[in-house]
T-cell receptor, first 115, second 114 residues
Framework: GAGVSQTPSNKVTEKGKYVELRCDPI?????LYWYRQSLGQGPEFLIY????????DSGLPNDRFFAVRPEGSVSTLKIQRTERGDSAVYLC?????????????FGPGTRLTVL | TQLLEQSPQFLSIQEGENLTVYCNSS?????LQWYRQEPGEGPVLLVT?????EVKKLKRLTFQFGDARKDSSLHITAAQPGDTGLYLC??????????????FGPGTRLSVLP
């Protein structure tokens, strides 16, 4: 399994609950991205990590959304007080991090449904 | 917000036909990528174009970056059912100091019927 993996593949929760989505990037990739994809839309950028730090979190919609990458590998996207509008597929991607080589390798996504 | 538009939104054709899909913006991009996404999977990179006017070929797929680096096209020759999927373009803006934040278009959903 050399690709990007995401768990869980599906998550159903109730409005107001807290959820955590996990991303395991390709080993050695320093750059990690989170996107959100709604039905019929392209991926929407949320946050980008270079190593352990969030280099760009301008896509996070509000302060209910938070992401961490404490050891520069696995990342967790955390959503507090979930709302029905948060329902979407959450995609994670990793990249070697070299600015001259910016191919992103995507995981299969986590489908989040907020009832 | 810098927007990428893609057309057509949906396209259904017969096997063996040719097709072209478009990606347009009012913004200038330093590079642009095309991805294909299948149901239940993440997007997979097809090509990256960097230079205005650049043309790249990948088997039956031909990608072109506009001279002004604001638009791109993807042409498929003799489409096959295996080409079915969501085709996404993603642009890296000249405004992006980090050099990593790609903006995605909404995609063109292609269906090739046998």
């Amino acid at each position: 399994g050399a690709g990007v993996s995401q768990t869980p593949s599906n998550k159903v929760t109730e409005k107001g609950k807290y959820v955590e989505l996990r991303c395991d990037p390709i080993s050695g990739h320093t750059a990690l991205y989170w996107y959100r994809q709604s039905l019929g839309q392209g991926p929407e950028f949320l946050i980008y990590f270079q190593g352990t730090g969030a280099a760009d979190d301008s896509g996070l919609p509000n302060d209910r959304f938070f992401a961490v990458r404490p050891e520069g590998s696995v990342s967790t996207l955390k959503i507090q007080r979930t709302e029905r509008g948060d329902s979407a597929v959450y995609l994670c991607a990793s990249s070697p991090g070299d600015l001259n080589y910016n191919e992103q390798f995507f995981g299969p996504g986590t489908r989040l449904t907020v009832l | 917000t810098q927007l990428l538009e893609q057309s057509p939104q949906f396209l259904s054709i017969q096997e063996g036909e040719n097709l072209t899909v478009y990606c347009n913006s009012s913004s200038v991009f330093s590079s642009l990528q095309w991805y294909r996404q299948e149901p239940g999977e993440g997007p997979v990179l097809l090509v990256t174009v960097v230079t205005g006017g650049e043309v790249k070929k990948l088997k039956r797929l031909t990608f072109q970056f506009g001279d002004a680096r604001k638009d791109s096209s993807l042409h498929i020759t003799a489409a096959q059912p295996g080409d079915t999927g969501l085709y996404l373009c993603a642009g890296l803006g000249e405004w992006d100091n980090y050099g990593q934040n790609f903006v995605f278009g909404p995609g063109t959903r292609l269906s090739v019927l046998p």
